[in-house]
């Protein structure tokens, strides 16, 4: 869902402010049944209730008792089949969302490893969101608090604590 509702604010909010930007969201998961269900893109009502009621009806098509998002608001969007203990997607970003599972699950060493990884294919300035009950593992450079209190943090060139791989 987080992919989409990114390519959803971006094109009802964003786009036109950025023209010159293009907008390209790389997901991943290390389950393929979650990836295949993920591109469908079709959610029960619980998921899409709290979007403005104008928004539902512009980027969604009702079938029975689903709401499948449009063609349209999904092409920007490319869903792989990985496990980031093990590797990352390919590329450079300005922004990886992190939530709710590498600092809520994983020991602080492999957090520290994941986070180094994160970092290479994070842009200087770019930005990092993790859960908002999480945090970064104590004494890390390579980042710094942008919005503390929604655990957002920008890439700095100043690194210590991490071990790149």
């Not at 993790?130 to 700095?156: C, D, M």
Request: aromatic share 10%.
């Amino acid at each position: 869902e987080e992919p989409y509702t990114l390519a959803i604010i971006w094109h009802l909010q964003l786009a036109l402010q950025f023209p010159a930007l293009a907008l390209r969201i790389v997901a991943s998961d290390a389950d393929p049944a979650m990836c295949r269900r993920a591109e469908q893109a079709c959610y029960a009502f619980g998921s899409v209730k709290n979007l403005p009621a104008p928004w539902r009806a512009q980027v969604f098509t009702q079938e029975a008792d689903r709401y499948c998002l449009k063609p349209a608001y999904r092409r920007e969007c490319t869903f792989l089949v990985q496990d980031i203990r093990e590797t990352m997607p390919p590329g450079r970003f300005d922004l990886v969302l992190c939530r709710n599972l590498v600092f809520t699950y994983f020991d602080e060493a492999l957090q520290r490893e994941t986070l180094a990884r994160i970092r290479t294919r994070l842009k200087t300035n770019g930005a990092l969101v993790i859960g908002i009950h999480e945090n970064l593992p104590a004494a890390v450079s390579g980042f710094a608090p942008w919005q503390e209190k929604l655990r957002i943090y920008r890439k700095t060139d100043v690194v210590s604590g991490l071990q790149p791989i």
